[in-house]
C-alpha cells in the first residue's frame, strides 16, 4: 500500500513537467539490471523520493529496457541529488549519448532533488535500452526519468 501511495504521488509531483506532445516518467529504481543500492522513502538518502546510488561494485550501473510508443526526438531529464559532482553515463542501446547528472544540489537527501534535462536523443518505437553507468567513485543519487517528445502518442 505504501509503495503504492508513495508512486501515485511521485507521479502526480510530475505532472507539471509535460509539454505539447506526451512523455513518461519512471522510478529510477524500477531497473531492470543493475548493481546499485535502492533506497525507498525512511531509508538511506530517500528523504521523500526512492533513490537509487552506490552499492560498491564499480561501474555502477542500472538499466531499462523500456518501449517507446512512437518514433521521434525524446528529451530525458532526471531527478537526482548530489552533495558533490558525480557525472553519469547515459547510454541508448549500448552508446554512450551522454555524461550527464554533473549538477550538485547541496545535499545527498532526495527532498533536494530537482529535474534537470540531461540530452535529447532520436529513437524509433518499439524497445530500446537506457542504461546509467558511473564508472567512479559512485554515482549521485537518482531518482527518477523522464521521456518527452512533441509527437504525441496514440490513443
Known amino acids: 500500500?505504501?509503495?503504492?501511495?508513495?508512486?501515485?504521488?511521485?507521479?502526480?509531483?510530475l505532472t507539471g513537467l509535460a509539454t505539447a506532445g506526451d512523455s513518461f516518467t519512471i522510478r529510477?529504481?524500477?531497473?531492470?539490471?543493475?548493481n546499485v543500492n535502492i533506497s525507498l522513502p525512511g531509508n538511506?538518502?530517500?528523504?521523500?523520493w526512492p533513490c537509487i546510488w552506490n552499492a560498491g561494485k564499480l561501474p555502477n550501473r542500472a538499466e531499462y529496457d523500456l518501449v517507446f510508443p512512437v518514433a521521434g526526438t525524446y528529451?530525458?531529464?532526471?531527478?537526482?541529488?548530489?552533495?558533490?559532482?558525480r557525472p553519469v553515463n547515459i547510454l541508448v542501446d549500448g552508446k554512450v549519448v551522454k555524461r550527464g547528472f554533473a549538477s550538485t544540489t547541496g545535499s545527498w537527501g532526495t527532498d533536494k532533488a530537482v529535474w534537470e534535462k540531461q540530452?535529447?536523443?532520436?529513437?524509433?518505437?518499439?524497445?530500446?535500452?537506457?542504461a546509467l553507468v558511473c564508472p567512479g567513485p559512485c554515482?549521485?543519487?537518482?531518482?527518477?526519468?523522464?521521456?518527452?517528445?512533441?509527437?504525441?502518442?496514440?490513443?
Open 1 to 13: 500500500m505504501r509503495r503504492t501511495v508513495m508512486t501515485i504521488c511521485f507521479l502526480l509531483a
Open 28 to 34: 529510477a529504481d524500477w531497473f531492470d539490471r543493475g
Open 44 to 48: 538511506s538518502y530517500a528523504k521523500l
Open 75 to 85: 528529451t530525458i531529464s532526471g531527478l537526482y541529488t548530489a552533495l558533490q559532482s
Open 119 to 130: 540530452v535529447e536523443v532520436e529513437l524509433t518505437a518499439g524497445k530500446h535500452t537506457i
Open 139 to 155: 554515482m549521485c543519487h537518482i531518482c527518477g526519468l523522464r521521456f518527452e517528445t512533441e509527437t504525441p502518442f496514440p490513443k
